[in-house]
């Protein structure tokens, strides 16, 4: 029987075959299993994995929020309505539900965006509750957090997916787990790099990047990384951020490893 934590992404041989069958396939899997070349995956415990899908879940729920919002917005637009300041406070909920509609049907769609945010808003609520008991008592999380611009919910993130430091010989196999090493194509004595590879969860990338550019603005020794790559050039902007997101997560491997909180640099 094929052990489970064989990983199914990277069995190219089989899966971009332009014949495909079964007899073929476990064909081919014998012969990877013969030389010990089948790629494996790491597996997490049944309580990790549950973590991860509890964070992925609201993030979902986090961007459907962000999508009744934008609705709310556009069909205020449409109308030639200005919405004022503040409109997902308690007073500017209170004019957006009190607001005369110019038709019976902008008015009931614009009712049901706010019955729906309402109940995507609790949704958020309970599970970012729920996340925070399971983060505050994590010695991991707690670590990650005394990283400047490093909240709640990055931490916990970078934490549940790498649950196991150790399992990362190098701070590059950190970073090429989490998507965040640039494309590579080398050939003739030419290297070209590209975007990054952007594989592995993408809910902690764009923790990560959100972090960076936080720890940008509160950080001396993030910053100091950061304008490093710039090198004073605007349209650097983004590849800097990316690199310090790289950056920032080689530093949270090497404290999980050694368990020593940040410190800023000299």
């Known amino acids: 029987m094929v052990s489970p934590d064989i990983h199914p992404g990277q069995l190219r041989l ?3 075959s332009k014949r495909k069958n079964d007899r073929v396939d476990a064909r081919k899997l014998a012969k990877l299993l013969y030389l010990d070349e089948v790629p494996t995956v790491y597996v997490p415990n049944e309580e990790v994995q549950s973590w991860r899908e509890l964070i992925e879940h609201r993030r979902r729920v986090v961007d459907r929020q962000t999508v009744c919002k934008n609705a709310l917005r ?3 637009r449409s109308h030639g309505l200005i919405a004022p300041k503040g409109l997902w406070t ?5 004019w957006l539900r009190q607001l005369e509609m110019p ?3 902008s008015g009931l769609k614009r009712d049901l965006l706010l019955e729906e945010r309402a109940e995507v808003q609790r949704g958020v609520r309970t599970l970012t509750q729920a996340l925070d008991k399971m983060g505050q008592r994590h010695p991991g999380v707690i670590l990650l957090r005394s990283i400047p611009g490093v909240g709640m919910r990055t931490a916990e993130t970078i934490v549940a997916y790498i649950d196991d430091p150790k399992r990362f010989r190098r701070s590059s196999q950190v970073a090429a787990y989490f998507g965040l090493i ?5 050939s003739a004595g030419v290297n070209r790099l590209g975007h990054i590879t952007k594989q592995g969860p993408g809910t902690a990338r764009k923790y990560l990047v959100e972090a960076a550019w936080q720890g940008v603005y509160r950080s001396p020794t993030i910053r100091a990384y950061f304008e490093r790559i710039l090198r004073g050039k605007k349209e ?3 590849i800097a951020l990316v690199a310090t997101a790289h950056y920032l997560l080689r530093c949270m491997h090497a404290m ?3 368990g020593a909180f940040w410190h800023e640099a000299a």
């Open 14 to 16: 089989i899966f971009r």
């Open 90 to 94: 308690k007073k500017g909920l209170t």
């Open 236 to 238: 650097r902007r983004k």
């Open 256 to 258: 999980l490893v050694s």
């Open 74 to 76: 556009s069909l205020l």
């Open 182 to 186: 640039p494309s590579q194509d080398a």
């Open 103 to 105: 038709t019976a049907a």
